[in-house]
């Protein structure tokens, strides 16, 4: 699987878009974007996950750059429940491949 | 509501004593997993079972058994061998395994060594 790079510490305004940035550059073509988020103590909560096109659900929008070698969650209205470590994961979906690899994330803390 | 409910959230252990950490789903989910968390690290695969009666060895298998006797329960026992058990245990379930779905997880088992 591809490796994935984040900084690892972010600050968003209580309310505003949150912009998380990850780079893949060595993503290949069957390799998928997963983002999870992890509040302490909790277990990871998945987020969202694509392939090549953008994707969006109830929890947030994921923007994959066309040469998919870097993506951004964006999470449109950020609250204090959003604060965590978000981690993104790049994962070829076959057998034999089924651990997810975690990174070491984005700290993201909402200032109120 | 449908999730995967992992007992008991807090777990010590005397040396030389075997664990059994329980994990059960109620999402019809085929495929289940064990990952154990370190302080400040990422997760690491212990052991996944694709269907009933069937477990693979993850990375990190030794010391460690599973069993899946029923599809909604897999439960990890932490054995005596497992020398550096102290951890955050997370058990997770996807529809099936090999699929692009994701994994969810449940809240975690942090066991302590006495």
């Known amino acids: 699987d591809a490796k994935t790079t984040q900084p690892p510490s972010m600050d968003c305004a209580e309310g505003r878009a949150a912009n998380l940035p990850c780079n893949h550059s060595?993503?290949?073509?069957?390799?998928?974007v997963y983002w999870y988020r992890q509040i302490h103590s909790q277990g990871p909560q998945y987020i969202i996950h694509?392939?090549?096109n953008n994707e969006t659900n109830e929890m947030a929008s994921l923007i994959i750059t066309e040469d998919r070698k870097s993506s951004t969650l964006i999470l449109p209205h950020a609250t204090l429940r959003d604060t965590a470590v978000y981690y993104c994961?790049?994962?070829?979906?076959?057998?034999?491949?089924?651990?997810?690899?975690f990174g070491t994330g984005t700290r993201l803390t909402i200032i109120p | 509501d449908g999730g995967i409910t992992q007992s008991p959230k807090y777990l010590f252990r005397k040396e030389g004593q075997n664990v059994t950490l329980s994990c059960e789903q109620n999402?019809?989910?085929?495929?289940m997993y064990w990952y154990r968390q370190d302080p400040g690290q990422g997760l690491r695969l212990i052991y996944y079972?694709?269907?009933?009666?069937?477990?693979q060895k993850g990375d990190i298998a030794e010391g460690y058994s599973v069993s899946r006797e029923k599809k909604e329960s897999f439960p990890l026992t932490v054995t005596s061998a497992q020398k550096n058990p102290t951890a955050f245990y997370l058990c997770?379930?996807?529809?099936?395994?090999?699929?692009?779905?994701?994994?969810?997880f449940g809240d975690g088992t942090r066991l302590s060594i006495l």
């Open positions: 997770a379930s996807s529809p099936s395994v090999g699929g692009n779905q994701p994994q969810h």
């Open positions: 060595t993503i290949s073509g069957n390799e998928y």
């Open positions: 694509g392939l090549k």
């Open positions: 994961i790049v994962r070829v979906a076959e057998f034999g491949n089924e651990k997810l690899t």
């Open positions: 999402l019809n989910h085929d495929a």
């Open positions: 079972s694709q269907i009933v009666n069937d477990f």
